[in-house]
């Protein structure tokens, strides 16, 4: 378990987003407002900040698509402290949008339903010069792909089978926008054709640490002019 402080300014609100990493996933533990302000007015303003934020340069966004388990969301952070970029999880402001958990809303209103909600999510985002984590169903949506796609570079963090089995145990309550019935196996293999269509770069993790995945992606899109 790996706790993370993302600071920022939010709004001219100083406020302290804490992430907690549990086996790849990322999960807000508080969102602090300073001095004072109320958990939610936080929480809003920095859904409206992922929104509407935007850099005035040419630099691209980085976005991280892949299986749950490949490790997105932990690359991620690291990959933006170590370029200067900006962090957004796109499955954390799914839940701050919602105010559910991914899980609760598969639950109540089944898979499609999240899959919407991630669409819409990711078709309101706006700016340059952020690493961006996706959740493994964005390859669903060719409208949020080619949206990204606009300002950013696609890096698919491919993993293996085998290697995601041994991180993931909780396939059934882990917020995965999936039928009930659906193994990781039937998931793997029928997203894998979506990543490779939707790649710009495909990095091989098997075998890496998560700082030697982000020094491949930096060498890779950090190239002559």
């Excluded at 690493?131 to 409208?143: P, R």
């Excluded at 979506?194 to 190239?223: H, N």
């Amino acid at each position: 378990m790996k706790s993370v402080a993302v600071r920022g300014s939010i709004s001219a609100s100083p406020a302290i987003l804490s992430i907690t990493i549990r086996n790849g996933d990322p999960h807000p533990e508080s969102l602090i407002a300073l001095p004072g302000l109320p958990f939610f007015a936080v929480a809003a303003q920095y859904w409206y900040y992922c929104k509407t934020f935007s850099v005035m340069d040419n630099n691209s966004n980085i976005v991280l698509i892949g299986m749950p388990g490949a490790g997105k969301s932990t690359v991620g952070i690291i990959l933006a402290k170590m370029t200067s970029r900006d962090f957004i999880d796109t499955d954390i402001l799914i839940q701050f949008s919602t105010g559910r958990s991914l899980q609760e809303i598969v639950d109540t209103e089944g898979p499609l339903a999240l899959r919407r909600i991630e669409e819409e999510v990711i078709l309101s985002l706006r700016g340059r010069q952020h690493v961006i984590a996706t959740g493994g169903s964005a390859v669903y949506s060719a409208a949020a792909m080619d949206h990204l796609r606009l300002n950013g570079t696609i890096v698919f963090l491919d993993l293996d089978l085998s290697t995601l089995t041994s991180r993931i145990h909780n396939i059934h309550s882990r917020g995965i926008a999936k039928q009930q019935e659906q193994s990781l196996e039937d998931l793997f293999e029928e997203r894998l054709v979506l990543y490779r269509k939707y790649a710009d770069i495909t990095i091989a993790c098997a075998g890496l640490s998560q700082e030697e995945v982000c020094a491949q992606i930096i060498e890779r899109t950090t190239g002559p002019d």
